[in-house]
């Protein structure tokens, strides 16, 4: 049973651009959301996270955006950067629920 | 200072085999989860510890699998009779606490079972 869903495996963008990573939950009862960077032979690294009681949450060139009622969530990097080539996974929970669930990761890679 | 730490970094063993993996986590962290990543999925639940005590397990896949962290700090996955299908990066995690405290992930150990 996936709960957490990235359907896109891969994306690839110019330097420059705008990177939008999209995510989708079954369960209603998640209320926070995270993003996880994962770079080869290294362990998921946190980026950003989002609670249910926002809808947008920005730390620089990083902003997620929640929209409850689709169940749908993106992560949107501006200006991509070749360094943020990498796997991003979307992860979510039940506050303060320690079992986090995430997608199959999207692979994004960034041009020079 | 050090992040989490995971021995050892490649398995291969044969089926059937007894494994153990470690993990340390980073001090001061009382919260310890283990993942499992099978090729082309994201990271899996199995189990975490709130000190000594696993206060969650139910991502086990069976009673081959298990997991302890005796003095609250490193732990140990022990997988026996190990099936092909276990294979997979075995990811251990920590956090300062439980709920909503950021989870730092070690590298993972690469188990292969031929």
């Known amino acids: 049973d996936q709960q957490v869903k990235q359907n896109s495996p891969s994306l690839s963008v110019q330097e420059g651009r705008i990177s939008i990573l999209n995510c989708d939950y079954t369960n209603s009862m998640f209320d926070y959301f995270l993003w996880y960077k994962k770079y080869p032979a290294e362990g998921p690294t946190f980026l950003i996270s989002i609670s249910s009681i926002k809808d947008k949450n920005e730390d620089g060139r990083f902003t997620v955006f929640l929209n409850k009622s689709a169940k749908h969530l993106s992560l949107h990097i501006v200006p991509s950067q070749p360094g943020d080539s990498a796997v991003y996974f979307c992860a979510a929970r039940v506050y303060n629920n320690n079992d986090m669930r995430f997608g199959a990761g999207t692979r994004l ?4 | 200072g050090a992040g989490v730490s995971q021995t050892p970094s490649n398995k291969v063993t044969e089926k059937g085999k007894y494994v153990e993996l470690r993990c340390d986590p980073i001090s001061g962290h009382t919260a310890l989860y283990w993942y499992r990543q099978s090729l082309g999925q994201g990271p899996e639940f199995l189990i975490y510890f709130q000190g000594t005590g696993a206060a969650d397990d139910s991502g086990l896949p069976n009673d081959r ?14 997988i026996q009779r190990t099936e092909r299908g276990d294979s997979a990066v075995y990811l251990c995690a920590s956090s300062f606490g439980l709920g909503g405290d950021t989870q730092y992930f070690g590298p993972g150990t690469r188990l292969t079972v031929l």
């Open chain 2, 65 to 78: 699998f298990f997991a302890v962290r005796p003095e609250g700090s490193v732990s140990t996955l022990k």
């Open chain 1, 109 to 112: 890679t960034v041009k020079p």
